[in-house]
């Protein structure tokens, strides 16, 4: 089993920066195949960011430039900076990592930018 916990959500103003953690527990020997989804009210969860399986960032277009993922392996820990943040990044913030049985995510973290 893995657990997953995110923090460092908040409310925030546009243009402003917030850092979320997602911290990795359990049977997890690798930050590959771990990332980051968003989903807004009354949208569907899409992507943000991610390492894939060879531990390379890849980044939804939306966020290129603007957010950064970075991984801590001795804390086992994702971190996701976001910066110039726009009303549109508002929703809930998920950690998430591919596994072979399924997948893990966190309970979620809110993001709030305001205008």
């Known amino acids: 089993q893995v657990q997953l916990v995110e923090s460092g959500g908040g409310l925030v103003q546009a243009g402003g920066s917030l850092r979320l953690s997602c911290a990795a527990s359990g049977s997890i020997f690798s930050l590959n195949s771990m990332g980051w989804y968003r989903q807004a009210p009354g949208k569907q969860r899409e992507f943000v960011a991610g390492?894939?399986?060879?531990?390379?960032?890849n980044y939804a277009d939306f966020v290129k430039g603007r957010f950064t993922i970075a991984r801590d392996i001795a804390k086992r820990t994702v971190y996701l900076q976001m910066n110039s943040l726009k009303p549109e990044d508002t929703a809930v913030y998920y950690c998430?990592?591919?596994?072979?049985?399924?997948?893990?995510w966190g309970q979620g973290t809110q993001v709030t930018v305001s205008e």
């Open positions: 998430q990592r591919s596994a072979v049985g399924g997948n893990y």
């Open positions: 390492f894939t399986s060879i531990g390379r960032p």
